[in-house]
């Protein structure tokens, strides 16, 4: 089972929350979690290489975040500000821990606005 933590104020503002879920999603390989959380023609890149719309998007995003032998997530920040929300944190399979961070911009301020764009980094695994 996969193991995801937080840090103690991680999630406290609606967004924030928001933005918790659908990465914890994304790391569970939740699909349909995901495609519910973005607007039809979003957008997903990973830092270098080329953006990705729709469903190749969110399945681009889930890709990113659950390498393979995902065992832990851990999101150390949850920042928001407006329409963007930035997380931060490591992912762990087996030995290997990788940092990443996603920047995420909803397509509005009102609660029934979704996720727009992200932008995900992601480390080269260390040995930890």
């Known amino acids: ?3 995801i933590t937080t840090a103690p104020d991680c999630g406290n503002a609606p967004k924030q929350a ?3 879920d659908v990465l914890s ?3 569970r390989g939740d699909r349909d979690a995901v ?3 973005v607007a039809d023609d979003w957008t997903h890149r990973v830092a270098g290489r080329a953006a990705t719309t729709g469903a190749e998007a969110t399945d681009a995003v889930i890709a990113a975040l659950s390498p393979a ?3 832990a997530v851990h ?3 949850l920042m928001s500000h407006g ?3 930035s997380a931060m944190g490591t992912l762990r399979a087996g030995n290997e821990v990788s940092d990443f961070c996603c920047v995420i911009t909803f397509s509005g301020h009102g ?3 979704r996720i727009a764009e992200c932008v995900t980094f992601v480390a080269s695994p260390t040995h930890g």
């Open 25 to 27: 999603a994304c790391a």
């Open 1 to 3: 089972m996969l193991d």
């Open 35 to 37: 495609a519910q959380a």
């Open 69 to 71: 032998g995902l065992e």
């Open 75 to 77: 999101f150390s920040v």
């Open 18 to 20: 928001y933005v918790l």
């Open 83 to 85: 329409r963007l929300v």
């Open 111 to 113: 609660k029934n606005a």
